[in-house]
């Protein structure tokens, strides 16, 4: 299966993440705090949004970053906050405006850029790279929104903790289905070198993901996903990093510079005003 690796980083990420967050509530005095939490409707919705942002989003992800290159899944993916919008015209009945309609029409154009050619390297399947990171990009814009009506009554370090529980026991599951249970092993036990490196990255994105739940309370929704979403910049910058090290092959072209760029000026236009990207929600 070609999503069989995928599935298994990704599972292995959130199992790190998973420990890092059960480590640091416990400490706390929060896992009791989990029980009630998950009888409650928001604590319920959270458990969705983990399932959503995990397994969905997360193996979208991974996927895309195997089949099309970390540089262009990145920059792709970042129009989750773009999909959030969206989902809240559709299904909250937001009101848009003139700009919210520019920065779509950026978000598509900077896509449009980004996928005209073929990247450098051995990429054979490098259009269903793209088409998962675009589900990647939908299933992390669901969970934004779901996200912040969770934390809206839960505390963030308990709906962070519910959302890595769902997400790692779906991913549990799922591992042997696709046949990758000597993979995750091995990965665990044969190579602890490939699981700390996994680790590494999944205490970074832990810790990313428990800052962006407490902005949704901070800056409001909309904002939090808008700054967000500048990862793709920075995943551009690492990689860069990385091809120099030689550990990864890329190529900074103007055509990818310019992409990315287009496509960071729709997400903002999209969802905030710019003027107001950085003056904090009256609470």
């Known amino acids: 299966s070609l999503l069989t690796i995928p599935i298994v980083v990704g599972a292995l990420h959130e ?22 939490a998950v009888r409650t409707v928001p604590g319920k919705v959270v458990l969705l949004g983990g399932i959503v942002g995990g397994p969905f989003a997360l193996t979208c992800s991974m996927a895309g970053i195997l089949f099309a290159g970390p540089a262009y899944s990145l920059a792709i993916t970042s129009l989750y906050p773009v999909i959030g919008a969206l989902l809240a015209v559709l299904f909250l009945k937001e ?15 900077g896509g449009t850029v980004l996928g005209f050619s073929h990247p450098d390297g051995n990429y054979p399947h490098f259009y269903l790279g793209i088409l998962f990171s675009l589900l990647a990009a939908f299933g992390w814009g669901a ?45 665990i036990f044969l190579h602890p070198q490939a699981f700390g490196m996994v680790a590494l990255a999944a205490l970074a994105g832990s810790s990313s993901l428990w800052y962006w739940y407490i902005a949704f309370g901070m800056t409001g929704v909309s904002r939090a996903m808008a700054i967000n979403s500048t990862y793709s910049l920075w995943g551009i910058v690492f990689t860069l990093f990385l091809s120099l090290t030689g550990a990864a092959h890329f190529t900074l072209t103007g055509q990818l510079a310019a992409g990315v760029a287009i496509m960071v000026v729709g997400i903002v236009l999209v969802v905030a005003n710019p003027k107001e990207l950085l003056r904090l929600r009256n609470n």
């Open 15 to 36: 199992l790190a993440a998973f420990l890092v967050f059960t480590f640091r509530n416990g400490k706390d005095g929060k896992i009791p705090e989990y029980l009630r």
């Open 95 to 109: 009101k848009t405006n003139l700009r919210f309609w520019i920065g779509i029409l950026c978000c598509v154009l």
């Open 143 to 187: 969970e934004g929104t779901i996200g912040a009506f969770g934390t809206d009554t839960l505390d963030p370090n308990v709906s962070v903790g519910l959302r890595n529980c769902a997400s790692t026991f779906v991913y549990l599951v799922l591992v042997p289905i696709f046949g990758g249970t000597k993979i995750f092993l091995d990965a």
